[in-house]
């Protein structure tokens, strides 16, 4: 069965391959029509199953970048001189065998607070190196200065920064820009249009490792780095006919936001003759399908951007001081307006006070954000300058509204949403409800039918006692969100 579907599938791709005009590929725009590659008809499809002839950067040029293991002891040695703000970790293995190590930056890494999460990946592509490197300086450099630098240690207390400098380590031993087995890992991603590529068997460790991390945790925005061009590109990436045209997302005006925050703090990216502010809507410059951004912002509730941060992708290794400099700012900016600007807050229920991880909307945008699980804060990133109508809801509570206007700074906005149960359900379940999940609801109601239990009667005082220390945590909490100096409001 598996077997019919692959050839099904490899027969479909083949017709499109062959029936459309050759698209040429993200994060290698201008290289691969200088290299003549414009009249393949293989790129740009989704995998690249055809074998190609490429060019490859000589082993010369390599000289100066870090190794994949040297990469590796850079991280451990990372983690270990900043052991008090991070920690390594691995999302998987390449088809080769490599760990796809992280770092995470944070004052508590590897727990989960009441903050939003921000992630970072180079070298996506093989022959792509400048970002693995950046992104190291990137680690380092918040190390080095988070105890004077205002910017780092705002990143540092109040973000989890998850860095992955290589997400295509075996492409990159090889200087190529496809994995191990030869598929482009930007393409290689669920599509909103065209699911050709939906067999999960069939999709790469690589690409597995970065879905399932998306389960894992809750990423608020993100931005991965790429070469061969000097742009922003924000989403969508696709259009539904594959004919190029600017496609914009539903939340068009926070990405252009976005964008202009990385463009603007670089260097020279504003400055590009080819792109308005340095930056584009990703079907705008050249749609492709299968990307990773457009699946971060769709499935993984997490606005991405793909950064291309040098003309050149493989440029000699002494010009990255320069590169890391033009780079900085935007890196530090970016991640930083995960804080500085949005609409953030928590949900409650009003009967417990207990966290609610229910869903934020806002009107005219069709995009919804979710709640934590565990702490029910959301982040909702949004362009400033404008007044919104904030909605927040729960299965079974009243959904709930409030404007906000969003100025220069980001503002606090807590729900306290009304259960829309009878007053009768409500008692029982005001008891029940206390435990983190509702699995001592059939115990509890099994019990309430022998009255004459004494035990019954202590646990209910037992649980009586827990409800209150709960509540009280929840008071504690709001309190500390309101002594912050962002302007808030409890709706
Ligand atoms: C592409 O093909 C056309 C006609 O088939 C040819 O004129 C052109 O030179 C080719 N371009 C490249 C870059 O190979
Ligand atoms: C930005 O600066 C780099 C390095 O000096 C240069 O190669 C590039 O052409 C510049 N780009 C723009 C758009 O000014
Ligand atoms: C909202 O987006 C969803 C996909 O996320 C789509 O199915 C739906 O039609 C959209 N609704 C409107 C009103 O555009
Ligand atoms: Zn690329």
């Known amino acids: ?70 990469l590796e002891k850079a991280m451990k040695d990372f983690t270990k001189r900043c052991s008090k703000i991070s920690r390594l970790y ?9 760990p796809l190590w992280v770092i995470e930056i944070s004052d508590r890494p590897g727990e989960i607070e009441a903050e939003p999460a921000f992630k970072y990946i180079g070298n996506v592509h093989g022959d792509e190196p400048v970002g693995r490197e950046l992104l190291l300086r990137l680690a380092n450099w918040i190390c080095d200065n988070y105890e004077k630098d205002p910017l780092a240690q705002m990143i540092v207390e109040n973000v989890h920064l998850h860095i992955m400098p290589s997400l295509n380590p075996d492409g990159f031993s090889v200087r190529k820009r496809n994995n191990a087995n030869n598929v482009d890992l930007n393409r290689d991603f669920p599509d909103q249009f065209f699911p050709i590529n939906e067999d999960l068997s069939l999709r790469q460790p690589e690409t597995r490792a970065i879905m399932t991390w998306l389960r894992d945790i809750r990423f608020t925005a993100s931005a991965t780095l790429h070469g061969g ?25 926070t990405f252009r936001f976005l964008a202009r925050i990385y463009s603007k703090s670089h260097r020279n990216m504003s400055l590009s003759n080819e792109f308005q502010e340095g930056i584009t809507n990703g079907a705008g410059w050249y749609p492709i399908y299968g990307g990773m951004q457009d699946w971060n912002y769709i499935h993984g509730g997490c606005f991405e951007l793909t950064l291309e941060i ?9 010009e990255l001081p320069t590169i890391w400099e033009y780079n900085r700012m935007s890196m530090l900016n970016l991640v930083a307006s995960l804080v500085k600007t949005g609409v953030h807050g928590r949900i409650f229920s009003l ?101 004459n239990n004494v035990i019954t009667f202590m646990l209910i005082v037992v649980v009586a006692f827990l409800c209150f220390l709960l509540q009280r945590r929840v008071r504690f909490n709001l309190w500390k969100q309101r002594q912050s100096s962002r302007r808030s409001v409890t709706v």
């Open 1 to 70: 069965m598996r077997k019919l579907r692959f050839v099904f599938n490899l027969l479909i791709l083949t017709a499109i391959c062959i029936l459309l005009p050759p698209i040429a590929a993200r994060g290698g725009h201008s290289d691969y029509i200088q290299l003549g590659d414009r009249n393949s008809s293989f790129h740009g499809t989704g995998r690249s199953l055809f074998s190609q002839e490429e060019r490859r950067p000589s082993l010369e040029l390599a000289r100066g970048y870090m190794t994949n293991d040297g």
């Open 90 to 98: 691995s999302i998987g293995k390449s088809v080769n065998g490599f």
């Open 229 to 253: 061009a000097l742009v922003a590109n924000f989403p969508w990436d696709g259009t539904e006919d594959k004919r190029k045209y600017y496609y914009a997302c539903p939340d068009d005006e």
């Open 310 to 318: 040098s003309d050149n992708k493989w440029p000699k290794a002494s």
């Open 351 to 451: 009967d417990q006070g207990k966290p609610l991880p229910g869903l934020v909307v806002i009107k005219g945008i069709n995009y919804t954000v979710k709640a934590h699980q565990a702490y029910a804060d959301y982040h909702r990133l949004l362009a400033p300058g404008q007044k919104y109508e904030v909605t927040a809801s729960s299965p079974g509570y009243k959904p709930k509204t409030t404007s906000v206007w969003l100025g220069e700074n980001a503002v606090t906005a807590d729900f306290i949403l009304i259960p829309e149960a009878s007053a009768r359900g409500n008692l029982l379940r005001s008891i029940c409800d206390c435990s983190y999940k509702n699995y001592n609801q059939p115990l509890l109601t099994h019990l309430f039918t022998e009255t």
